[in-house]
């Protein structure tokens, strides 16, 4: 590495974009998913299928009045539709009433 | 977005995505409970996903929904970060070498070091103001803008009357089509960018032999910028960094300019006419590249021959990765057809019949594809549903053998051919996009209005 006092010096800028984020509160949690509805979203790959049952069958033993609405009701969010799908997933989870979300699966 | 409709959400991520999780929820300034699975849940059996799910999953999903969120939402604006503009560090070449190294705004090799005059001599080649912003970048949630196409410019190596073509480069890649929101995917997909027209000459892109290969400073310099703004301005950064998930990945592909006398020549379209410009006219198509065909060697005089021999090889090459196009109902095999081949093809063959040949004929086992879907994501693909749902044309569903052969290519027109490489050699190569994620999108290339007179000061340079 050369320290020659005659190599230039330069002043350089930053070379990043501001960020936008307008920070967001997350939404109140549920204290007791009793009588609460849960509903599934899936994209449809990773083993979904197997984890999905798993993780119901976890929450209703904790929680016996939990009611799950299938990720069949809302589509492959990830499928060749996956735009059109997530535009509708807002007013069927007003639709159903929803509580609480478990979206998944990313790996 | 469901957190967003006061709705509390968990996510399920495997463990080797919770880094991407994290730059994911500063980018987009929503907090965000998570679930994670230990590993990777296509390599585990059956026990092995039960037993993780009931002790580690589920458990986290729960306290997911029912605790408060510790993680506070990030700030509105990161005040602790610079200015548009600002000089950050000062130093002689080597030290702005670590310094930047450090900071992870560098893809490992020594970059320009970008000055404000350096920046503004490439804010002279457009007319546009430098704070414009095509979009809030993912995943770091950052602001697209001219000013950091120029900086990033620089950085790379480009000459500043790259600039038209970098901010159409960028352009595109933040238009909804090309789903910027993909590039960190696990198959480590890399942008390529096609250059049409004029320009292409005017700053001496090279579209001949080697054309591939770095070495020509604009098909390098322009390659190298489209990594470093994925890294730097979107965040799509490997470890020690975070965002880029990309398993193995690759190197970034050098600019590709198309051999646009040939074509003429032949009486062929130009890939920029194939994507709606005028003949001539300035314009970028990017698109993801996720895997690189062999050298295509192709023999004879006859039209057939050569297009066999594409089929033959391509639909080898592309057999596995294709599925996952097929169940998006899109994905944009690009091929560069050597001068000397598309000589001979062009006699005899219409652009449209070497599209339509290759699709009627590249094929592959319907179960061998399932099998492919299965192996990487655990999945299957449903041809009648796809087909059904109108996705997929019905000849995908015109039988139920399990081992009928299967169209790789969705429709002719999704195939590119882009004439360049070296006349004097019988050989071409083909691209494969990764599905709809960086989906084939064009711009045109803007010049300012003092154009002319800025390629002249260069020129005397």
Known sequence: MSNSPLEPHYDVVWPLGRKAATGAVAAPRVADLNGKVICELWDEIFRGESIYPLVRKHITERYPGAKFIPHTEFGDFFGPRDRAVLATIPDKLRAHRVDAAIVGIGA | ?461
């Not at chain 2, 995943?139 to 970098?166: D, F, K, Q, T």
């Not at chain 2, 591939?212 to 979107?234: D, E, H, K, P």
């Not at chain 2, 300019?257 to 920029?272: C, H, I």
């Not at chain 2, 796809?386 to 169209?407: H, K, N, Q, W």
Request: proline share 7%; hydrophobic share 40%; glycine share 10%.
């Open chain 2, 1 to 461: 977005m469901v957190e967003k409709l006061g709705i509390p959400t968990v996510s399920i991520i495997g463990s080797g995505f919770v880094k991407q999780a994290q730059v994911v929820i500063k980018g987009l300034g929503v907090p965000l409970a998570v679930g994670v699975y230990p590993g990777a849940p296509m390599v585990d059996s059956d026990a092995e996903l039960a037993a993780k799910v009931e002790k580690n999953l589920a458990p986290e999903l729960v306290a997911g929904l029912t605790r408060d969120l510790a993680r506070p939402a990030a700030p509105a604006r990161a005040d602790s970060e610079p200015a548009r503009g600002q000089i950050v560090f000062s130093g002689n070449f080597d030290e702005v070498q670590d310094y930047f190294h450090e900071q992870l705004w560098s893809d490992g090799l020594p970059v320009v070091p970008p000055t404000r005059e350096r920046v503004h001599a490439f804010l002279e080649y457009t007319d546009r103001s430098a704070d414009d912003v095509f979009l809030i970048a993912p995943p770091e949630g950052r602001e697209a803008s001219i000013y950091s196409i120029a900086v990033n410019g620089v950085m790379a190596g480009c000459r500043p009357e790259y600039m038209p073509v970098l901010i159409a480069i960028v352009e595109a890649m933040c238009d909804p089509n090309f789903r910027l929101e993909d590039a960190g995917s696990t198959p480590g997909w890399e942008p390529m960018v096609v250059v049409s027209g004029t320009i292409i000459k005017e700053l001496n892109l090279n579209y001949g032999q080697g054309v591939m290969r770095a070495g020509r400073q604009a098909n390098t310099s322009i390659g190298r910028f489209m990594r470093m703004y994925l890294r730097n301005v979107c965040g799509y950064r490997i470890p020690p960094g975070a965002g880029d998930k990309g398993s193995i990945g690759q190197n970034f592909i050098v600019a590709l300019a198309e051999d646009e006398d040939s074509a003429a020549q032949l009486g062929w379209s130009t890939f920029g006419e194939d994507c709606g410009f005028a003949q001539g006219e300035n314009a970028v198509t990017v698109q993801s590249v996720v895997c690189i065909s062999p050298p295509l060697y192709s023999a004879g005089d006859t039209a057939l021959g050569h297009v066999q021999q594409f089929t033959d090889i391509l639909s080898r090459v592309f057999a596995y990765g294709c599925y996952s196009g097929i169940k998006r109902g899109f994905w944009t095999p690009l091929i560069i057809v050597g001068p000397g081949i598309a000589q001979v093809i062009a006699r005899e063959w219409s652009k449209d019949k070497v599209k339509t040949y290759l699709w009627e004929n590249m094929t592959i086992p319907a179960s061998l594809m399932k099998h492919f879907c299965w192996q990487t994501a655990a999945t299957t693909i449903d041809f009648s549903k796809l087909v059904e749902e109108g996705t997929l044309p019905e000849r995908y569903a015109a039988s139920d053998d399990p081992d009928r052969p299967i169209p790789m290519i969705v429709q002719p027109d999704h195939i590119g051919l882009v004439v360049a490489g070296d006349p004097e050699r019988n050989q071409s190569r083909g691209y494969m996009s990764n599905n709809t994620q960086g989906s084939r999108t064009s711009r045109r290339v803007v010049l300012p209005k003092r154009w002319p007179e800025l390629l002249a000061r260069h020129k005397s340079h």
